[in-house]
C-alpha cells in the first residue's frame, strides 16, 4: 500500500482537493465561494493554495470580470489522481491494512 | 508520515462533507432558475385569471406552455455551461438523471390524483395540483438542503391558508404569494 501524500493530507488542502474534485473535471471555482464553503480566512487559503499549486495540484487563473478581479482555481488531472491515492491509502488503513 | 485510523476516519469524513456541501450548492443553482420561471409562470396565470376571469382558460395554457419552453432552454444552457474539456462528475450525472426521473415521476402524480379526486371547481383543481410542488420542495430540501425545505414551507402555508381564509380572492393570493414566494426563493437559492 502506498503511503499517506503529505500535502493533500494537511486538513484544509484535504477539504480543498475533496471540494474541488467533486466538480466536473476541468470546472472552475471561485476563490471566494470555495473559501465560504471551507469557512476559512483569505491568508489561511492564500497559504494552503500556494503550496498546492506549487505541488502541481491546482491551477490557479487570475482575470477581470470589467474592473474586478477574479481568481479560480481548479483541480488539475494530477491533484484529482493525487486525491483518489490518497483516499485509497485512508480507506485501506481504515480497512485494517497497513 | 504516520497517519493514525483515527485521522484516516476523520479524514475521510471531511471528504463526504466537502463533497455533500457542493453537490448541495450545484442543486440550488441548477435549480434557482427554474423557481424563478416558475414563479412568473405562478404570478402570470393566477393573475391574470383573476383580474381577467373570461380570458382564464388562456392564461394556464400559455403560462404552462412558457414556463416548460423556459425550464427546458434553461436545463440545456446549464448543460453547456461547462468549460471546453469538462467532463460530468458522478455527483452531477447522478442529479442529473435523477432529476428528469423525478419530473416524470411527478408529472403522472399529479394527473393520476386530478382524474381520481375529480376536484369540481377552479379554485379546487387550482390548489390541488399547486400543493404538490412545495411538499415536494420539503421533502427535496432534508435530502438536498434546508434553504429548499424553507421554500416549500412557506409555498404549502400560503396556499392552504389562501385556499382555507380568502377563498374569493384565492387566484391573487395564489399569483402574488405563491408566485411571489417562488420568485424570492429563487433568488435566494442564487445566492447560497
Known amino acids: ?98 | 508520515m504516520n497517519v493514525t485510523r483515527e485521522e484516516a476516519a476523520k479524514a475521510l469524513d471531511d471528504i463526504g462533507k466537502a463533497s455533500d456541501r457542493v453537490f448541495q450548492l450545484k442543486g440550488y443553482h441548477h435549480g434557482a432558475p427554474h423557481f424563478i420561471i416558475w414563479g412568473l409562470v405562478w404570478l402570470f396565470a393566477n393573475c391574470g385569471s383573476y383580474f381577467m376571469p373570461e380570458y382564464r382558460e388562456y392564461f394556464w395554457p400559455a403560462g404552462l406552455a412558457f414556463g416548460f419552453v423556459a425550464s427546458t432552454i434553461t436545463g440545456i444552457l446549464q448543460s453547456r455551461k461547462w468549460p471546453k474539456g469538462a467532463t460530468a462528475s458522478a455527483a452531477e450525472r447522478r442529479f442529473g438523471s435523477r432529476m428528469g426521473m423525478t419530473a416524470g415521476v411527478v408529472m403522472a402524480f399529479i394527473i393520476a390524483i386530478v382524474f381520481i379526486a375529480s376536484p369540481e371547481t377552479s379554485r379546487e383543481v387550482n390548489a390541488m395540483i399547486s400543493i404538490v410542488f412545495p411538499f415536494l420542495y420539503m421533502a427535496g430540501g432534508i435530502w438536498a438542503g434546508w434553504r429548499l425545505f424553507a421554500i416549500g414551507f412557506v409555498t404549502a402555508a400560503a396556499i392552504i391558508g389562501g385556499y382555507i381564509w380568502i377563498p374569493e380572492h384565492f387566484e391573487l393570493w395564489m399569483g402574488l404569494f405563491g408566485g411571489g414566494s417562488l420568485l424570492a426563493g429563487g433568488i435566494w437559492l442564487r445566492t447560497a
Open chain 1, 1 to 98: 500500500m502506498e503511503g499517506p501524500d503529505e500535502i493533500i493530507h494537511q486538513s484544509t488542502r484535504l477539504r480543498i482537493a475533496a471540494t474541488l474534485n467533486s466538480l466536473p473535471s476541468g470546472e472552475l471555482m471561485e476563490f471566494g465561494k470555495l473559501k465560504s464553503i471551507l469557512g476559512a480566512t483569505d491568508g489561511n487559503m492564500a497559504t494552503h493554495l500556494a503550496a498546492l499549486e506549487k505541488a502541481g495540484y491546482i491551477a490557479v487563473e487570475k482575470d477581470f470580470v470589467g474592473k474586478k478581479p477574479r481568481t479560480r482555481v481548479n483541480l488539475t488531472r494530477v491533484g484529482r489522481k493525487a486525491f483518489e491515492r490518497h483516499v485509497a491509502y485512508l480507506k485501506d488503513l481504515l480497512a485494517g491494512g497497513n
